[in-house]
């Protein structure tokens, strides 16, 4: 059975796929790499199939690991987070307009799609805070009013404010939703933009210093 991680083909004791993701796992880790993706055979297993046991047990021609450097990643994903977020802005400003219409069905579709960005963007910080290792509850970032607040009360105030929308929707009030979606909502994407681009600056800062150490030691 041939395994690679990443390009490299890597001498270890394998009789079973379990037993080749298990091996190059353990080197991914040892050279601080994230694991991206699992090919077996050319094909990628999921999560559900790297834990089945009988497909660990099978036996494969190839089993190759791709990895990534875990601040990339994590830096990247805030990035995408923040450009998703100019997007739910747009959902959210032409669902105003809707709703001021009279054109509720067409807005409720936008809401929802506006909705599930931000449901993605609080699980990009979650765990990209976790794989970074930034503590939520004391790393501070802008708040509502320009003050610095934990990143953990920051996520908080934006519940509430999502909340708010959902009030209106349940009440059936559109003219105040309208002027949550326009006038309100805005400041909260403009606020959360700032919060990635800092995340995303924590965790280059941490990179860059990790890696100059590991020189120092170097030497």
Same mark, same amino acid.
């Given at each position: 059975? %041939?395994? @690679?991680?990443? =390009? ?12 080749? &993701?298990?091996? &190059? ?9 994230? &694991?991206? *993706? ?16 009988? #497909? %660990?047990?099978?036996?494969?021609? *190839?089993? /190759? @690991? ?12 805030? =990035? ?11 959902? =959210?400003?032409?669902?105003? #307009?809707?709703?001021?219409? #009279?054109?509720? %069905? *067409?807005?409720?579709? /936008? ?5 599930? &960005? ?7 910080? *979650?765990?990209?805070?976790? +794989? ?18 934990? +990143? ?5 105030? +934006? ?17 105040? @939703? ?21 995340? =995303? ?15 120092? /030691?170097?030497?």
């Amino acid at each position: 059975m %041939r395994v @690679l991680l990443d =390009q490299s083909v890597c001498d270890v004791p394998a009789d079973t796929v379990g037993q080749a &993701i298990d091996a &190059i796992s353990h080197l991914a880790r040892q050279r601080g790499r994230l &694991i991206v *993706e699992v090919l077996v055979d050319g094909t990628s297993w999921n999560a559900q199939q790297i834990d089945d046991q009988a #497909g %660990r047990a099978s036996v494969a021609r *190839e089993v /190759k @690991l791709t990895t990534a450097d875990p601040s990339e990643l994590i830096g990247q994903t805030f =990035q995408d987070a923040s450009l998703a977020l100019r997007d739910a802005d747009e959902l =959210q400003q032409a669902a105003a #307009g809707q709703l001021q219409a #009279g054109q509720t %069905r *067409e807005a409720m579709g /936008k809401l929802t799609q506006a909705f599930g &960005i931000w449901s993605s963007v609080q699980q990009a910080v *979650e765990m990209g805070t976790q +794989l970074a290792e930034i503590p939520m509850n004391s790393f501070t970032v802008p708040g509502e009013g320009g003050q610095r607040i934990a +990143l953990d009360k920051v996520i908080i105030q +934006l519940h509430a404010r999502l909340n708010q929308v959902r009030s209106s929707l349940q009440s059936g009030d559109t003219a105040a @939703l309208a002027d949550i979606l326009l006038y309100e909502l805005p400041t909260v994407v403009h606020q959360w933009r700032g919060v990635l681009d800092e995340l =995303q600056a924590a965790v280059h800062h941490a990179a860059k210093s990790a890696s100059a150490t590991a020189v120092r /030691k170097d030497r």
